[in-house]
């Protein structure tokens, strides 16, 4: 049984394939791996990049996020590749730019390094979930204080 698939690379280079298999396993079953990068200056947004953010496509971020919830994207895992890492928080105006251009649900990545980056996520980055990992692995923070955290700020969390 497949309860959820993520595509980054392989979704790149024949987008028909989340279509295919949002048909074949239902929406709610593909999730789509944006990663990000801004655009060299003068150039302004986010491109794609593919094989862990290494190569450039030269699709841009937000009209990617678009095409693959017409295609039937269920959600869009949304990973800053310029702050994964460096534990300084989200890209908001990224997080917030795909947020707003799709209704399919957002998830937040790259960058937290801190409980209130996690709600700057969902408020200032206006994404559905968030996604976290050197807080938890380096146990700068446990799940359970996340999510008292996010509580105490009003974020309805399971």
């Not at 996340?146 to 974020?155: Q, T």
């Amino acid at each position: 049984d497949v309860d959820k698939g993520g595509k980054t690379t392989g979704g790149v280079q024949r987008a028909e394939v989340g279509k295919e298999e949002a048909e074949r396993f239902g929406t709610q079953c593909i999730v789509v791996d944006n990663d990000a990068k801004h655009r060299p200056a003068p150039a302004t947004g986010w491109d794609v990049f593919t094989h862990g953010g290494r190569k450039a496509t030269g699709l841009d971020v937000v009209e990617w996020a678009k095409t693959m919830a017409r295609y039937g994207a269920g959600e869009i895992l949304l990973t800053s590749m310029d702050q994964d890492g460096q534990q300084q928080g989200y890209d908001l105006a990224l997080t917030a730019a795909v947020s707003e251009a799709v209704s399919i649900p957002v998830i937040a990545s790259g960058g937290v390094g801190s409980l209130a980056h996690l709600y700057d996520g969902f408020v200032r980055g206006k994404a559905d979930a968030v996604l976290a990992a050197s807080i938890f692995h380096f146990r700068t923070h446990t799940i359970q204080e996340a999510k008292a955290y996010l509580r105490g700020k009003g974020v309805a969390v399971r």
